[in-house]
């Protein structure tokens, strides 16, 4: 999971397997992000299941944070993540080639 401060353009990468659940989205973010930054005002996410189930809502709007979905055709709109998700892959298609299983002990030497 790629996280993007929009104002300082700081990030944080967070390995998961696979789609997380709404639940594995919230532990992540909590142990990653929220923890370490407090918590945002606002969040911009794509329209994965995990961001759009009543538990990621609910758990968003108990803490006052403001949820935006980008436009499922137009994922220019949360352009900073998605131009870093194109570079970080890049990154592991180069250092992962022999040993894709070791993708996420690559992942802090992308950011």
Same mark, same amino acid.
């Given at each position: 999971m790629v996280v993007v401060d929009q104002f300082? !353009? @700081?990030? !944080?990468?967070?390995p998961l !397997?696979?789609?997380p659940t709404a639940m594995q989205t919230a532990e992540a973010m909590f142990q990653h992000v929220f923890r370490n930054f407090g918590?945002?005002?606002?969040i911009v996410s794509d329209r994965g299941s995990q961001f759009?189930?009543?538990m990621w809502m609910s758990l968003c709007e108990q803490f006052g944070i403001n949820v935006s979905l980008s436009s499922g055709y137009h994922p220019q709109?949360?352009? $900073? @993540?998605?131009?870093l998700n194109q570079e970080i892959q890049r990154f592991l298609r180069s250092y992962c080639s022999r040993? $894709? $299983?070791r993708w996420s002990?690559?992942?802090p030497w992308a950011k």
């Open positions: 300082s !353009k @700081a990030c !944080k990468l967070i !397997k696979g789609s918590l945002p005002e606002d759009t189930s009543r709109s949360n352009g $900073q @993540a998605e131009h040993e $894709q $299983q002990e690559f992942l």
